[in-house]
């Protein structure tokens, strides 16, 4: 039988990758969006497209009603996948701000993952895989927020494959670094809304670095930056072979950031971060 995956944030970047590369493969793929147009836009690809939302509750619950009436009750494999981000120093970051960050990046995920474990457990298999981050390893300046819910992502997901160890249901997490994305793009709205950086004792920071990231087009990829296609390279490992790992890095300081935190103390960790 065709096996089943849903993969959320289809829109752009990673996760509209992993669904043209996982059909590609011979996956009956439901490439979830938070956007109602962008859902009809991926139907008329020849998707299925329940809309997701991770904010909206309501929407993961219909989404996964959805898949399970397509497909009978079963899904073989999920791929938290969708996030954005809200650059800004921690400083001014306002709870309000970091509250709807880990609603989008975290407790979404929660949620769309405990709704979906029962069905794997009725049927006896299933993969989860957490799409995380570089910045689920180590820290970096200015990433405050979206460090923070790749952090929980992290420590929630290795908890979750402990607790499954004794079923079927694989629990596996991928590691990006730089991959080629709108996530940079899509995070300007957030920052605008919630970093007043005019204001900010970092003013001139913000002026000299981070206003420049964001608003200027670069002139290429960033070093070491690699296609959404390394990232869909390792989610077919994940959910196809028969003793997945636990971890995917994928990108060189993913490979790099992995290395040096387990060998280097964090006050030198801290300074090699600070430095780039």
């Not at 709807?100 to 457990?121: C, D, K, S, Y």
């Not at 499954?164 to 920052?191: M, Q």
Request: glycine content about 8%; hydrophobic content about 35%; some cysteine.
């Amino acid at each position: 039988m065709q096996k089943t995956i849903l993969i959320t944030g289809c829109s752009s970047g990673i996760g509209l990758d992993a669904a043209h590369g996982m059909r590609a493969r011979g996956w009956r793929v439901f490439a979830s969006c938070r956007q109602q147009r962008d859902c009809d836009r991926l139907r008329a690809q020849g998707f299925e497209s329940p809309r997701i939302d991770y904010t909206d509750t309501d929407s993961i619950t219909s989404g996964v009603a959805s898949v399970c009436e397509a497909t009978g009750g079963t899904l073989d494999a999920l791929f938290n996948n969708g996030a954005h981000g809200l650059p800004g120093a921690v400083e001014d970051l306002p709870t309000d701000g970091l509250r709807q960050i880990f609603e989008a990046n975290f407790f979404g995920w929660h949620e769309l993952t405990r709704q979906v474990i029962p069905v794997m457990r009725a049927q006896g298999h299933g993969r989860i895989v957490q799409n995380s981050s570089v910045l689920g390893l180590v820290a970096y300046p200015w990433r405050g927020a979206y460090v923070a819910t790749k952090y929980a992502v992290e420590g929630l997901t290795d908890t979750l494959r402990l607790e499954l160890a004794d079923s079927d249901i694989k629990v596996i997490l991928i590691e990006p670094g730089p991959i080629t994305s709108k996530i940079r793009e899509n995070s300007i709205p957030f920052f605008e809304r919630f970093i007043n950086w005019e204001s900010s004792a970092l003013r001139e920071r913000y002026e000299s670095s981070l206003l420049k990231r964001l608003y200027e087009s670069s002139p290429g990829p960033d070093r070491f930056e690699l296609p959404a296609s390394a990232v869909t390279d390792k989610l077919a490992h994940a959910v196809e072979s028969k003793r997945p790992r636990a971890r995917y890095y994928v990108t060189t300081p993913t490979y790099i950031a992995g290395y040096l935190r387990r060998i280097l103390p964090t006050r030198t960790i801290d300074r090699i971060l600070s430095d780039v």
